[in-house]
């Protein structure tokens, strides 16, 4: 499964300059364009990693934020192992300049010369996001490597005996290419582990199956203290001769009876009263929508502007990074955490094959609410320009959005939690920019693969481990070569 992890660190203010310089010469060193094409040499060695970013938020009301946000494969022991073989000098560097580098507990790890892991230091800032959504959710790295050089290989295959390939009909070709890939990768005479539809369907259920046990034993209870008590009542199972357990049975029978009766009276008069025109909370919610004050017009900086478009659209992916305050009190931080926490919830029952909306152009995003819930950071991995991806997002996604986002300061004026909003496109772009900030560290494992990209390979080679197939299944798979 791929997991997404954040570390947050508060800067000194007084190190904030010594930090930059860090991190660039970090990005620098890795990131020298070689021949004009992104080298990345340490970083290509982290077996697990897909994206990696570093970036410093700096806001008014707060000391600069450093953030480290990791998309990766498996566990993050194993993860923050390979990314300390490969730059635990220069993450020592960069987080001696922050406030936790200073506390008594880790302050003997930031002195001169100590050579002690990293991995504690790590462990203990790393925070998972409050919300998530992956685009290729059952292809690993090592999937995505795999299977884009045989692609490449078909391509070249297909190129220069192309001649033989064309005289065959779909399931001919199919059968033909099976018996030159079976002669040439290995790996094909092997289960695939997991296969895609075992990793789709795990990641799909993943967020309901750690709650079936619980929901099956509280409903066999249920159903057993409630066949008890009919019973009971009945006159079949007197309680005679069990006094003591009878009666705890009798009254535990009477208070789910009482409660399962009570509890569906309460769903119908709220049903009832929000249909009638809604209770108190969602008055106060509708006035608070109705009045806030929202920022339509955000004075944009020119030369803000000029540093993003520099750094975008260099591959066929981009990145952004956005960070903005919650509104303040009490119903506003309930309703931004009940709504992550649903998104959190739903997003792989319905987006399990990447899709978000209509759109899967998202490789990793995610929202994470910061400290006491006061700020809410978002990062995304995706194709296309910034541009389209927020058109895309307006269009196809706009109640999404304003249900992660409507809770927070500037945000267009929604309306009942997920109308209005993001669909307010011109407000909700330049709102999305001036919450941007600079990318002073990204890398992709796979800089010129799109996620439809990822998930095509990964079908053809699912498509060459069958023996044979149906010609209309044959037919859609010849399509995606």
Not at 70 to 83: A, E, H, K, P
Not at 160 to 182: E, F, I, M, N, P
Not at 282 to 294: A, V
Not at 416 to 433: C, N, V
């Given at each position: 499964?791929?997991?997404?992890v954040d570390v947050l660190l508060e800067v000194n203010p007084e190190s904030l300059k010594l930090m930059r310089e860090r991190v660039q010469a970090l990005a620098n060193t890795e990131d020298p364009k070689i021949n004009g094409v992104a080298s990345f040499v340490r970083?290509?060695?982290?077996?697990?990693?897909?994206?990696?970013?570093?970036?410093?938020?700096?806001?008014?009301?707060?000391?600069?934020?450093?953030?480290?946000?990791?998309?990766?494969?498996?566990?993050?022991?194993?993860?923050?192992?390979?990314?300390?073989?490969?730059?635990?000098?220069?993450?020592?560097?960069?987080?001696?300049?922050?406030?936790?580098?200073?506390?008594?507990?880790?302050?003997?790890?930031?002195?001169?010369?100590?050579?002690?892991?990293?991995?504690?230091?790590?462990?203990?800032?790393?925070?998972?996001?409050?919300?998530?959504?992956?685009?290729?959710?059952?292809?690993?790295?090592?999937?995505?490597?795999?299977?884009?050089?045989?692609?490449?290989?078909?391509?070249?295959?297909?190129?220069?005996?192309?001649?033989?390939?064309?005289?065959?009909?779909?399931?001919?070709?199919?059968?033909?290419?099976?018996?030159?890939?079976?002669?040439?990768?290995?790996?094909?005479?092997?289960?695939?582990?997991?296969?895609?539809?075992?990793?789709?369907?795990?990641?799909?259920?993943?967020?309901?199956?750690?709650?079936?046990?619980?929901?099956?034993?509280?409903?066999?209870?249920?159903?057993?203290?409630?066949?008890?008590?009919?019973?009971?009542?009945?006159?079949?199972?007197?309680?005679?001769?069990?006094?003591?357990?009878?009666?705890?049975?009798?009254?535990?029978?009477?208070?789910?009876?009482?409660?399962?009766?009570?509890?569906?009276?309460?769903?119908?008069?709220?049903?009832?009263?929000?249909?009638?025109?809604?209770?108190?909370?969602?008055?106060?919610?509708?006035?608070?929508?109705?009045?806030?004050?929202?920022?339509?017009?955000?004075?944009?900086?020119?030369?803000?502007?000029?540093?993003?478009?520099?750094?975008?659209?260099?591959?066929?992916?981009?990145?952004?990074?956005?960070?903005?305050?919650?509104?303040?009190?009490?119903?506003?931080?309930?309703?931004?955490?009940?709504?992550?926490?649903?998104?959190?919830?739903?997003?792989?029952?319905?987006?399990?094959?990447?899709?978000?909306?209509?759109?899967?152009?998202?490789?990793?995003?995610?929202?994470?609410?910061?400290?006491?819930?006061?700020?809410?950071?978002?990062?995304?991995?995706?194709?296309?320009?910034?541009?389209?991806?927020?058109?895309?997002?307006?269009?196809?996604?706009?109640?999404?959005?304003?249900?992660?986002?409507?809770?927070?300061?500037?945000?267009?004026?929604?309306?009942?939690?997920?109308?209005?909003?993001?669909?307010?496109?011109?407000?909700?772009?330049?709102?999305?920019?001036?919450?941007?900030?600079?990318?002073?560290?990204?890398?992709?494992?796979?800089?010129?693969?799109?996620?439809?990209?990822?998930?095509?390979n990964a079908s053809i080679v699912d498509g060459l481990r069958k023996i044979s197939l149906e010609q209309k299944e044959a037919e859609q798979w010849a399509v995606l070569l």
């Amino acid at each position: 499964m791929p997991t997404i992890v954040d570390v947050l660190l508060e800067v000194n203010p007084e190190s904030l300059k010594l930090m930059r310089e860090r991190v660039q010469a970090l990005a620098n060193t890795e990131d020298p364009k070689i021949n004009g094409v992104a080298s990345f040499v340490r970083l290509r060695k982290i077996p697990q990693l897909h994206f990696i970013s570093m970036q410093i938020f700096e806001d008014v009301h707060f000391d600069p934020l450093l953030v480290l946000e990791s998309n990766f494969d498996g566990d993050s022991n194993v993860y923050w192992q390979s990314v300390l073989a490969q730059l635990s000098d220069d993450l020592r560097g960069i987080f001696a300049c922050t406030k936790q580098a200073k506390q008594p507990k880790w302050a003997s790890l930031f002195q001169p010369g100590n050579k002690d892991t990293l991995f504690p230091f790590l462990e203990a800032h790393s925070c998972p996001p409050s919300a998530k959504h992956f685009g290729a959710v059952a292809n690993s790295r090592e999937r995505i490597d795999r299977d884009r050089m045989v692609f490449d290989d078909i391509q070249m295959e297909l190129g220069t005996t192309g001649s033989s390939y064309r005289q065959l009909d779909a399931k001919g070709v199919h059968a033909a290419l099976r018996q030159w890939a079976l002669e040439k990768y290995d790996f094909l005479h092997e289960a695939e582990k997991p296969t895609t539809d075992r990793a789709i369907n795990d990641y799909k259920w993943s967020t309901l199956r750690p709650l079936a046990p619980k929901f099956e034993l509280m409903m066999l209870f249920i159903a057993l203290v409630f066949a008890i008590y009919v019973l009971r009542e009945c006159g079949i199972l007197p309680w005679h001769g069990m006094p003591g357990l009878g009666l705890i049975f009798y009254f535990v029978a009477r208070f789910i009876v009482t409660f399962i009766v009570g509890l569906m009276i309460m769903l119908f008069l709220l049903a009832l009263t929000l249909f009638l025109g809604g209770i108190a909370p969602f008055k106060i919610l509708r006035h608070l929508e109705q009045s806030d004050f929202t920022q339509d017009h955000p004075e944009l900086s020119p030369e803000q502007l000029k540093l993003f478009a520099s750094q975008e659209d260099q591959i066929v992916q981009n990145h952004v990074a956005s960070m903005v305050l919650v509104k303040p009190g009490m119903l506003r931080g309930f309703l931004i955490r009940t709504a992550l926490r649903l998104l959190n919830f739903a997003v792989p029952i319905v987006a399990w094959n990447g899709y978000l909306g209509q759109m899967r152009t998202i490789h990793f995003a995610h929202w994470t609410l910061v400290g006491n819930t006061g700020r809410l950071l978002f990062l995304s991995n995706f194709d296309g320009s910034w541009q389209s991806y927020l058109d895309d997002f307006i269009d196809k996604a706009a109640h999404g959005l304003t249900l992660a986002w409507g809770n927070c300061v500037g945000f267009p004026r929604t309306q009942d939690l997920i109308f209005q909003g993001a669909a307010h496109g011109t407000e909700f772009k330049a709102w999305a920019r001036l919450s941007q900030t600079q990318n002073i560290l990204w890398y992709s494992a796979y800089w010129d693969l799109t996620v439809n990209q990822i998930v095509r390979n990964a079908s053809i080679v699912d498509g060459l481990r069958k023996i044979s197939l149906e010609q209309k299944e044959a037919e859609q798979w010849a399509v995606l070569l």
